[in-house]
């Protein structure tokens, strides 16, 4: 919540995020971090600004100020970790993945995350074993699965598109409607079971996601009749 000190400022930077204005948002809260610059709320509105806009040194920075003003924040860590890994500082992000999953071993977003940086990097063997423990963990939901069916597809040779399809099964029956879940499934299909493969493609053409849908078409074409 924006504190009275700066409140002028905030107004103002809201204001000009409304029109698209992101520069002139940023400055104002520029600005107000010069009224009060241990603010934790506006360092937070920087981080959340720079990476709407793409500036992922400008959001490294501010989640390097929000870990010096609350070390022992998880959230700040994992902000800090994201920032990392947008900039493209691998060997930075890959340790902070570690310790969020570190002071959160049950958590499925955390495994993902840290997955992603190692597949950067090109450590697949882990890679498959942190998606797999995510799924073990959230069966159903729309994100690990799906992960883990895209890394099957891509990196497990002849029985990969099986695996693929075994594990987005649940997701599909608990979210029937995911664009995702059956543009992977059209993926896994296309050679074994063309039909149903075709009628999943079919349904992640219909979805909202414009490059999505994209890919559905072409897929479409490249299954056999």
Known sequence: ????????????????????????????????????????????????????????????????????????????????????LLAGKLTEAVPLFEEVLQRDPESVEARRQLARALGIAGQRGRVR????????????????????????????????????ASVLAPVLEAHPQDPTTHFNLALALRLSEPAKARHHAQHAAQGSDKALRSKAQQLLTMIPA
């Open 1 to 84: 919540m924006a504190k009275e000190s700066y409140r002028a400022q905030w107004d103002r930077s809201r204001a000009y995020l409304e029109t698209g204005d992101l520069g002139l948002a940023l400055q104002e809260l520029r600005d107000a971090l010069s009224l009060a610059p241990d603010d934790v709320v506006l360092w937070e509105e920087v981080f959340n600004l720079s990476l709407l806009g793409g500036l992922t040194q400008n959001a490294l920075a501010a989640a390097l100020r929000l870990r010096q003003l609350a070390p022992e924040n998880p959230q700040f860590l994992g902000l800090h970790a994201m920032a990392a």
């Open 129 to 164: 074993t942190l998606l797999e423990e995510a799924v073990a963990r959230a069966p159903t939901e729309t994100g690990a699965p799906n992960d883990l069916a895209v890394h099957y597809l891509e990196h497990v040779p002849q029985e990969g598109p099986a695996l693929a």
